[in-house]
């Protein structure tokens, strides 16, 4: 069994917890089942050891791995005094939530914070699916001021989404259409995920593999974006800024080609193309921002263990969007435990749509 970082004050060691039985777990966790895992690119870089926050909070070894689904183990003994009608959760409850690391197990210790009920109609597989990718991009459009409270008087409301397809992409798509944004702009890399793109929303896909991107951008919007959401670093960093309109906001979550794609190992001339494309990263000048009347922000919700309640508020969310039907889970495809391997290539080719499921 694992425990996530944020989870070590309570365990005298991250990986092996002393848990004989449930008086020894935490009164705000439970230990659970876990059936279905999903697998992120921050997998792979977390395997190469360039992920910072799995540096700083776990170091090596370390067991990857955010999103889990399955069901409630054990559950906390309640003592005396204890409000016996506050125990959210009893043996046997199927969930899903996050583990900050941790989630390539068959049993871990989680947070009941972190931890909600699978809706209705959401089979394990889906619900393993969601939880990364759905608070990403929740966070990314709270970032752009459309959540909680949404930014309706602004004339502008078009946004543009990078990797519309693949996990955070297809949650974002979604999650504008529902926060009434548009037009809605999609890039995705190959012909092969345009109609999955157009699936889940999107107003416009660009297909970049055969179309000019930001020539084909400008036609559609043409005095530029009020929102542009970015996990392509060096590739895409400075056009994207570029292209906001006054007020824009630029949210960046990701630097995927910074980093090397397709393949398992980082040779020594990979070390070397990633040192070259971080030395040719944007800079944005505070002067810049303030005359051009744009933002850039970006963040990492592996950092966010302190900020609890932020997470359960964009959790509590996606599950009102789930029940009421408004939000879809992305496609999955399904792997076995002993294939993990080829699920960790297909990410790392850039060729998936939707979300790498494995079940354990």
Known sequence: MTVGYNLKHFCSSPFTPALSGGSDIPLDCVVMKNQCFSVNYADCTI????????K???????????????????VPVCRPDDDESK????????????TLFGAYSTRVLVPKIQLRKIPHG???????????????????LSLAGYFPGASGNYSNKSILIHSAAGGVGSMLVQMAKILGLGPIVGVVGSSSKVQAAKELGCDVVIDKSCEDLW????????????TIMDANGVSTLQQSYNHLAATGRLVVFGFHSNLPMGRDMLSPMEWI??????????????????????????FNLSFFADEKEVVSELFDQICTWLEGGLLK?????????????????????GGSIGKIVVKC
């Not at 125990?87 to 996050?98: A, K, L, S």
């Not at 993990?340 to 290539?345: K, L, Q, S, V």
Request: proline share 6%; charged share 20%.
């Open 47 to 54: 395997r190469w050891g360039l992920y910072e926050s799995a």
């Open 56 to 74: 700083k909070f776990v170091g090596w070894p370390i067991v990857p791995g955010f999103d889990v689904a399955g069901t409630i183990e054990s």
């Open 87 to 98: 125990q959210t959760f009893q043996v046997g409850d199927e969930v899903f939530g996050c």
């Open 122 to 140: 959401i089979s394990m597989e889906q619900a393993a699916s969601l939880p990364a990718v759905s608070l990403t991009a929740l966070h990314a």
């Open 215 to 226: 020539k084909r951008a400008e036609k559609i919007v043409p005095g530029g974006f009020k």
């Open 273 to 298: 193309r990633m040192a070259k494309k971080m030395d040719a990263m944007p800079a944005f000048d505070p002067m810049d921002l303030t005359m051009d009347n744009k933002s850039v922000m970006g």
């Open 329 to 349: 889970c992305p496609h999955v495809e399904l792997f076995d435990m002993d294939d993990i391997g080829n699920a960790h290539a297909l990410i790392q080719s």
